[in-house]
């Protein structure tokens, strides 16, 4: 396919496999700006586990205990960001896969279509994955969002 003929007909397969490989590598910048997202969040946990971990030395055995139980729950929204990162980079590198199959696939002149179609179906299944646990994490954080302001409702309530 790819010798030392430049036909148009030559010309026209190579921007066809061009084309069909650039589809694969749009769901990899997706799949980039997510795990982005991602990372931040679990940038924005970390802070917040930072700060709760410095305030529980000083804090009296009701406001500690208070800190425990948020403590707990930020570390289940890092497990859920966990997984979405995990999935994303997996479906990230079953992407590069499918383009490098459309590729060698075609150096090879071969019938890749099973392996192209499992590495592509694998990456989009880990792509929902991802979104999956990240749905989850944004879930948990605004449930712990409305506690938070429902508790410091009932505080200036009180005071």
Known sequence: MFGSDASPASLENVAHIIQVALTPIF????????????????????????????????????????????L???????????AA???GAIGGGLTCGAALALFVGALRDAAVASVLFGLFGLAVISTIGALA???????????????????????????
């Open 85 to 87: 990162v995990v999935l």
């Open 27 to 70: 769901l990899l910048s997706g799949i980039a700006a997510l795990l982005s997202v991602f990372a931040t969040r679990l940038a924005r946990v970390a802070d917040q586990v930072d700060r709760l971990t410095e305030a529980i030395e000083d804090a009296t055995p009701e406001r500690a205990l208070h800190m425990s139980a948020r």
């Open 72 to 82: 707990a729950f930020l570390r289940r929204r890092s497990h859920a960001l966990d």
């Open 133 to 159: 646990a990240f749905v989850i994490e944004m879930l948990m954080a605004s449930r712990g969002l409305r506690a938070e302001a429902a508790k410091g409702r009932q505080t200036a309530r009180t005071s």
